[in-house]
Structures are given as C-alpha cells and as structure tokens.
C-alpha cells in the first residue's frame, strides 16, 4: 500500500546523528540503534553484520548501544544508566547480563529470572524478555574524568 | 563482543507498518555538587512493511459434486500475516495436475456480508484489479471459488482446486524490497511468505444412483380392479436414490399409455398434488406425458410421483 508518505523522515535523520551530552554536566551519553543483516560474502557464504538503520520490519534483531564518557574533570558516583524499552521492541538479553530490568514501567528492579508476573487468573509465572519495560546498569565504581565505556542490550522489532 | 544469537521468528503481524521506534537513554550520577540527570540523544526507526500472506481452504474436507453440477461451492481463507493494510489479487486454478478432472470455473466471489456462507445475490463477485480487497493486518477474508462438473466423471473422481492470493504491492523472495510502497511512508519488504500464499481444496464426486419402481392400481367403474374402458389407473413411481451423496435435479418423466386419457390436475408429488401446468411447481403435464422435477434428493431418500390415466 502506498498511503501518506510523512514528514518525519527529516526529523529521523537529524536525530540520527546529533549527539547529546547532558546540559551543563560533564557527562556524554550516545545512543546507537543497530540491525543485524544477513549478507552473502563474495565467496557465497553468509555472514551477520550491523547496519545502522532507517527503516526495519518485525522480526529484525537490534543491538542497542549506549556509550557513556566522562568529559568533565571530576569523578561521578553511583553512575546509573536506564534505558526505557521502546514499546514496540521485545528485550532479546544483553552480552554480560550485567543488567538489572524491570517489567512494571521502572517502578521495581531486579535480575529477570527473580521477577514473577501475577496473571489476570491470578496465577503467578516467570517473568520472561518480552516482559521488560526497561533495562538499567548500576556501575559499582566511580567514574573518573575521562573514562568511558558502552552498554549493550539486544532487542528483537515486534 | 556481541554474541549473535539465532534469528527468532517474525512475530505474527507485528508492530504496524510506519510506527517509529524511539530509543532514548538515560543517566544520574552524583556529580560534585550533588545528583544529576541527563539523557542522551533520540535514536529513531521506522517499521517498515512486511508483505506476508496465507491461504487456507476451509472446507473441512473434500465438498461433494456429482457430473454435470452447477455451483459447487469451495472456501477459502485469506489472511493477511504481515503489518500494514494491503491489497491481495486472487488466482483460482481449477486445472491442477494429478487430479482426476478439471472442473470448469465460474467465478470467485468476496464474502462481502463477513458470514462464512456464501450468499447469491448478497456477495459480490471478485474481479482482479477492481475489487482486490484491502485485509488490515492479522485479520482474514473469505473467498468463494464456484465452479461447474463436467459431465463425463466418474463416481469417487476428485478434482484440486486452489486459490492464489499476493500482495498487490509487490512479490518476490524475503527480502525484496519496495523503496517508498509501504504503509505509513516507509519501505514494504517481502516477508518468509514470499508475499504469496496458495491452498487446495478438493471437490470429490459422490456415487448416487435412483431406481425407479413403477406399479399401477386400477378401479373399474363398478367398484372392481377389471381393466375395462371407463377404468382409472393410478400409476406410482417410486425413485429410490442410494449410494452416498446426493442425486441433483432428479426429473421423473412417463408417457400417457396408448389408449388411455390423462386425468386432469392427477399429478401427486409426495402426495402433495402438483399443477398440470409448466409453472413455478414441479409438475406439468404437455399433452403427451406428465413430469416431475423433484429437485435434489440425497441418497436414502425416495420420492413418489402418481398421476391418473382412463382407459379409452
């Protein structure tokens, strides 16, 4: 189907490639959507590789990156990165599973395979990845100025 | 390192075509002079189309013909499996190989009023190109294909029958991708359907045969069973259909004998007597014989035709 082509394109791709770093804090955060493609080497066989994409459809897998860094010239404490879970995106686990999530809107944190889901019967199951609604990293350590470093988390498009 | 796990399986229609997908991240930290709070830049996607489609027959088996039958009746469901609206043009095959028999094709027609049965008069006739008709996602559309037996089959002959349903935007292996067709301003890519779906149904002749029985009673005008002139025979055909499925259009025809006189309006279908002319009931009388169009009898089933004759 061909309907209404919108105006948004523009306002993607200017999002795109701006990067923000706090107002007036010495602390930059970058945001990076990825999309793994299969693609065929010259030599016939197959192989993943990232794209940043435009456009994707359900059942693309997506890498999240956060990249973090500090370019102030003194330490932050208690470091603490959140991401909310597009709403049309179901969580697919992260690389170290160094996270902690929360499957009622960021009002309750904690390792998925501990969080519990109450049924509309009232019966009580794991909580499962298509149930998170947000994902966090508690960095244990302080972060000293200049230093830097990413966040990953996979999601797959619904 | 990112450890790429296998791809999973599309969700069923998904998120619809043309939604953005925005991810933003957050961060607080105590700075030196106390917490703070920030968020990083907004990444955003567009979904794009996925073009995937599926055909089922949904006659629940094999749908009963007999040779020379007009308006077997076969359904099929058509749903749209991917995430945006889209239009599907329809094929019907009625020469499938490895069958029995082809049946001729009437017409395919769109279950306009949504009940599962096909109504004559009430649903429209499809015609590809002028009323493919648009499917939202995840949602389905009955199809009727409507066809003619020929003749010549023999009985437990089956005949394959599908119907072909593409997206109108575009077909091709997963992956081919229209720039700018898809809903909501993005692209439509072709899904693991191909964008193309086909079902068979079956249509399978049913044995039916009919025995006609014929006796006669006669009363002589003298309260006697003598065959003098002045006599009435009334003659009763018995058509006893048997075998499985259903002997359509079933016709009892006789001639008046030599030598007798038909008695008007005698003519009894069931007992139920009949109008001696050819009009909206199912008897007629046309000077030589009488006959009985006694419609579509299932097999178990007999119909009785009378009628009275005077011996000259």
Redesign the interface.
């Given at each position: 189907m061909r309907p209404v082509r919108s105006a948004l394109m523009l306002a993607v791709t200017a999002a795109l490639s701006s990067t923000a770093s706090i107002a007036a804090t010495p602390l930059q955060l970058k945001s990076d959507v990825f999309v793994e493609r299969q693609v065929v080497r010259s030599d016939g066989s197959n192989a993943v590789v990232l794209e940043k994409p435009n456009m994707v459809t359900p059942g693309d897998n997506l890498v999240f990156v956060v990249r973090y860094k500090n370019i102030g010239g003194s330490t932050a404490n208690n470091f603490v990165v959140t991401n909310p879970l597009p709403p049309a995106v179901a969580f697919n686990g992260t690389s170290d599973d160094s996270e902690v999530v929360s499957i009622d809107g960021g009002k309750s944190w904690g390792n998925l395979d501990v969080l519990r889901i109450t049924k509309a019967d009232g019966k009580i199951r794991a909580a499962v990845r298509t149930d998170v609604t947000h994902i966090k990293w508690n960095l244990n350590q302080p972060l000293n100025a200049g230093a830097e470093g990413k966040l990953i988390f996979r999601g797959i498009v619904k | 390192?990112?450890?790429?796990?296998t791809?999973?399986?599309?969700?069923a229609?998904?998120?619809i075509a043309?939604?953005?997908?925005?991810?933003?991240?957050?961060?607080?930290?105590?700075?030196?002079s106390g917490?703070?709070?920030?968020?990083?830049?907004?990444?955003?996607?567009?979904?794009?189309?996925?073009l995937n489609v599926t055909v089922a027959s949904t006659d629940g088996g094999d749908v009963s013909t007999s040779p020379g039958f007009v308006g077997n009746v076969q359904k099929y469901r058509v749903t749209n499996t991917g995430?945006?609206?889209?239009?599907f043009a329809l094929t019907a095959n009625v020469a499938s190989g490895g069958d029995d028999f082809d049946p001729t094709f009437q017409k395919m027609v769109i279950d306009t009023n949504n009940n599962g049965v096909y109504d004559p008069g009430v649903d429209a006739d499809y015609i590809a190109g002028t009323n493919d008709q648009?499917i939202s996602p995840d949602q389905s559309k009955i199809f009727f294909i409507i066809t003619t037996t020929p003749s010549g089959v023999a009985n437990l002959n089956r005949a394959e029958v599908s119907l072909t349903a593409v997206a109108?935007?575009g077909t091709g292996a997963a992956g081919t991708t229209f720039t700018?067709?898809?809903?909501?301003?993005?692209?439509?890519?072709v899904?693991l359907t191909t964008a193309s779906g086909t079902a068979s149904g079956f249509l399978a002749v049913q044995s039916v045969t009919v025995a006609l029985t014929k006796t006669a009673v006669i009363s002589d005008p003298f309260g006697g069973s003598r065959a003098v002139p002045g006599s009435i025979i009334t003659y009763s055909i018995a058509a006893n259909v048997t075998g499985s499925g259903t002997m359509n259009n079933l016709t009892i025809t006789d001639p008046i004998p030599a030598g007798t006189a038909y008695e008007i309006g005698s003519i009894t279908l069931q007992t139920a007597g009949l109008t001696d002319a050819t009009d909206a009931d199912a008897g007629n009388y046309n000077g030589t014989r009488v006959s009985v169009a006694a419609g579509n009898v299932p097999a178990g089933q007999t119909r009785t035709v009378t009628f009275k004759v005077k011996i000259q």
């Open positions: - | 390192m990112l450890v790429f796990a791809s999973q399986p599309a969700f229609a998904g998120t043309g939604t953005d997908i925005q991810n933003i991240a957050e961060a607080t930290y105590d700075g030196p917490p703070v709070t920030g968020q990083s830049n907004t990444v955003t996607i567009k979904v794009d189309e996925l995430n945006g609206d889209e239009a648009v109108v935007t700018g067709a898809g809903q909501g301003g993005g692209n439509a890519v899904g």
